[in-house]
């Protein structure tokens, strides 16, 4: 309900109360009160989530732990918020409601006493400061896999993407060839996309007709001026219903050149798979938010490792996911109901192969992206 719509609740109750008669006064004053509850309720109100700094309004009532899901803040949740696990413990101060049954057997008087709540047991009653220790998040819970010194065991091997350094001849009288028969006299056959194909004459042109050639396989994906033929990189990902590893790969010389491992953030939707999919299935536009927390989270990673390694966001040109099958639907944006339901049938099984252009991801226009097979 918006505070409009409150407002008008109360207009309305009172209207309807003003009709005489003591009966007539007691559902006035019932009523009205009805009016003002609710519009109490409509209200939103700050809180703020230290030592973050972040601060998010939620509607009074809301369950601090939904609130701090809003402020993008994973908590560790192990009974998944039905209170009998006492592990998502918070500090309130401000406006909150008195302390549930639940909170006063699994915390001490002593803790109580000092404003530690329990996040998924409390709620927001007003303006509030809520402190989530550390040994609260997810983050600590959970000790992000990688190799030595953080690498993540990856290596490159027959790369699809080659990139060649071409002189070409420049077209004469004695030699009118087409520009893409020229090129393919030196490439060999290849395909290549309308995009490509507007851009390409004058890009030879511009180039003096020397340049990096960029295939995806047998496909013509892009054509560099100059010798770019050393910058070529890829990526992959390992999607883990808790963490995100990425490594950034030359592709030409096979070393690792970057890695980032963060916590995936669907986590603020549910810790497992199945409240994930639950989320996917029954919130209006709740498979989209999914999908859009982890490619945002992939973009920011693929970002942090150019940055590190000073790479440039447009030569890296392929992009690999593993991940469990529930991960790798919601990466792809694909319904996952099936999944959730005897016999668990997924929509794909083998590899899928697709563009960065399909996930909006920040890397070259006509990079590959591959999905393992589950
Ligand atoms: S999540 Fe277990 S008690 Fe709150």
């Known amino acids: 309900m918006s505070e409009e719509q409150g407002v008008q609740g109360v207009a309305s109750v009172l209207r309807l109360g003003y009709s005489g008669g003591s009966w007539g006064r007691l559902f006035f ?10 519009f109490m309720q409509a209200g939103h109100v700050e809180v703020k989530f230290e ?23 994973a908590m560790d949740t192990p009974c998944g918020g039905h209170g009998t696990c006492g592990k998502c413990r918070v500090f309130l101060s401000g406006s909150v409601a008195d302390p549930t ?3 006063r057997s699994l915390l001490s008087e002593e803790e109580v006493a000092r404003g530690m ?25 959970y000790q992000i896999l990688a190799g030595p010194n953080g690498a993540a065991s990856v290596g490159v091997s027959d790369p699809v993407v080659r990139k060649r ?64 033929s050393g910058a070529c990189y890829g990526m992959a990902f ?39 999919i639950l989320h996917a299935t029954q919130e209006p536009g709740g498979l989209a938010a999914l999908q859009e927390a982890i490619l945002d989270e992939i973009a ?17 040109y392929d992009v690999t996911f593993a991940g469990n099958t529930t991960m790798l639907h919601l990466l792809a944006g694909i319904p996952p109901r099936a999944l959730g339901q005897v016999p668990f049938v997924p929509a794909f099984h083998r ?24």
């Open 238 to 276: 390992d999607v883990g219903t808790t963490t995100v590893v990425g490594v950034l790969l030359d592709l030409v010389t096979g070393d690792q050149r970057a890695t980032c491992s963060r916590m995936n953030p669907q986590t603020r939707f549910g810790d497992d798979v199945l409240s994930r």
């Open 51 to 73: 030592p973050l700094g972040r601060k998010v309004d939620v509607g009074r009532g809301t369950q601090v732990l939904r609130a701090a899901m809003t402020a993008g803040i």
């Open 29 to 38: 004053l019932h009523s009205a009160a009805i009016g003002v509850s609710l």
């Open 165 to 228: 350094f071409i002189a070409l001849p420049e077209p004469s009288r004695d030699d009118a060839a087409p520009d893409l028969e020229r090129v393919e006299q030196a490439l060999g056959a290849v395909s290549t996309d309308v995009e490509l194909m507007r851009v390409l004459p004058e890009r030879l042109r511009d180039a003096a007709w020397r340049g990096t050639f960029v295939l995806y396989d047998s496909r013509l994906i892009d054509f560099e001026a100059g010798d770019t």
């Open 351 to 374: 590899g899928l192969a697709w563009s960065a252009a399909d996930l909006g991801l920040p890397i070259h226009t006509r990079a590959g992206v591959h999905i393992f097979p589950v």
């Open 101 to 103: 049954e639940t909170e």
């Open 300 to 316: 920011s990673m693929t970002q942090r490792m150019a940055e590190d390694a000073g790479v440039a966001l447009g030569h890296i």
């Open 117 to 141: 709540r329990l996040a998924c047991q409390s709620r927001v009653a007003g303006a509030c400061t809520i402190e989530v220790p550390e040994s609260s998040t997810l983050e600590a819970a």
